[in-house]
């Protein structure tokens, strides 16, 4: 079965400290891979996918199928970034669904 | 920006009572989804819908479960007998032209089966 993995539950950064979020993923074909991102109190959204390769609010993610890893990373955090992130594949026998990873709770210390 | 709108906001249900959950995507929009989130749990894929059927359903979506988009806004999910473990976060999203185009997600509607 496709499985998505995030090995952090919760991260705790500082200010101005560069962030990785993790993301494992286990994938045969090639993959259309998102990152969503919910703050507190509003809904989830698109933080970013692969496929464009832009950078959305200082985030960018590399697809390494090598290693079926699609980790996040901004340079320096800001507080506005804690938040919920949840790295999202597409379904592996179709692309009409998304499955979510368990998310990482990202805490930027100010 | 148009958004995805779902109602009720909160929804409280005796466990057998039968719900529907609405939603309103944004208009041009062709593709429609359900996930739902169970509180402490990750956000778990539901039912696709396109060219009014449904595309893709998942393991949970199971005869309990239906999707109907009864007029040219609203995309329901109904739970026919509520069972205790329904209990969750329900989000509506739709996309433009499946998943290649982004999914808008709506605020959730939170759903307590007592």
């Known amino acids: 079965a496709q499985r998505v993995t995030q090995p952090e539950k919760l991260l705790s950064v500082f200010k101005g400290a560069p962030v990785e979020l993790k993301c494992n993923y286990s994938y045969s074909g090639s993959p259309e891979l998102f990152w969503y991102v919910q703050y507190s109190r509003q809904r989830l959204q698109l933080l970013l996918r692969h496929i464009s390769r832009e950078s959305i609010k200082g985030f960018t993610a590399d697809l390494n199928k090598g290693e079926t890893s699609f980790h996040l990373k901004k340079p320096f955090a800001q507080e506005e970034d804690s938040a919920m992130y949840y790295c999202?594949?597409?379904?592996?026998?179709?692309?009409?669904?998304?499955?979510f990873g368990p998310g990482t709770s990202l805490s930027v210390i100010p | 920006e148009p958004e995805v709108t779902q109602t009720p906001s909160h929804q409280v249900t005796q466990m057998g009572q039968e719900v529907i959950l609405r939603c309103v995507p944004i208009s041009n929009h062709l593709y429609f989804y359900w996930y739902r989130q169970i509180l402490g749990q990750k956000v778990e894929f539901l039912v696709s819908f396109y060219n009014n059927e449904i595309s893709e359903k998942s393991e949970i979506f199971d005869d309990q479960f239906s999707v109907e988009r009864p007029d040219g806004s609203n995309f329901t999910l109904k739970i026919r007998s509520t069972k205790l473990e329904d209990s969750a976060m329900y989000f509506c999203a739709s996309s433009e032209g499946g998943l290649k185009d982004t999914q808008y997600f709506g605020p959730g509607t939170r759903l307590t089966v007592l």
């Open positions: 999202a594949p597409p379904g592996e026998t179709s692309y009409d669904k998304v499955i």
